[in-house]
């Protein structure tokens, strides 16, 4: 496991991009198909051949706090599995992972990168099941939900 980011300056590209592209706008189809841009340019980047699954990916779950938290990356598929609801946040952490960086580095290099390109939607993570994910609003109340700004005592 490693804790840096190889390549930085390429992989934050690959999410600004995904930005412009308003990944979470459009149909289910049209939102994956953003994502699997942002994919294949990070695995171009990086020379990988990492699959990209969608496991139960419906808009039903688009309001479901948490529901990317089932998400992962497995060494045994080559693949990252985004379960349930794409997220752009877990996406980069899945991303993360792959590229051997320890989870809790991870964890801190997306918040921190995430909140660096996308600062409003930033504020509105939380930690669920070792996963920073979107919380809806009614998640701030929640007080086994750890807020984005309340990791590492900010």
């Known amino acids: ?6 390549n930085l300056d390429a992989f934050k590209n690959a999410f600004k991009e995904l930005k412009k592209s ?3 706008r459009g149909s289910i189809d049209e939102r994956k198909a953003k994502f699997k841009t942002a994919h294949d340019t990070l695995n171009q980047t990086y020379g990988r051949d990492l699959k990209l699954l969608f496991v139960d990916v419906s808009a039903e779950f688009d309001a479901v706090q948490g529901a990317s938290g089932f998400s992962g990356y497995s060494e045994q598929l080559n693949a990252i ?3 349930h609801k794409l997220s752009v946040i877990t996406f980069m952490q899945l991303w993360l ?4 960086i320890e989870q809790i580095s991870a964890v ?5 990168l ?3 390109i996308f600062p409003r939607s930033a504020k509105n993570l939380v930690m669920i099941n070792g996963l920073l994910v979107k919380a809806d609003a009614s ?3 929640d007080a086994s939900n750890d807020n984005i700004n309340d990791l590492n005592g900010q």
């Open 81 to 83: 599995v985004i379960v």
């Open 139 to 141: 998640a701030n109340n």
């Open 114 to 116: 995430f909140n660096e």
């Open 97 to 100: 992972i792959a590229l051997g």
């Open 22 to 24: 308003k990944a979470w």
């Open 1 to 6: 496991m490693q804790n840096e980011i190889p």
């Open 108 to 112: 801190e290099f997306s918040k921190n």
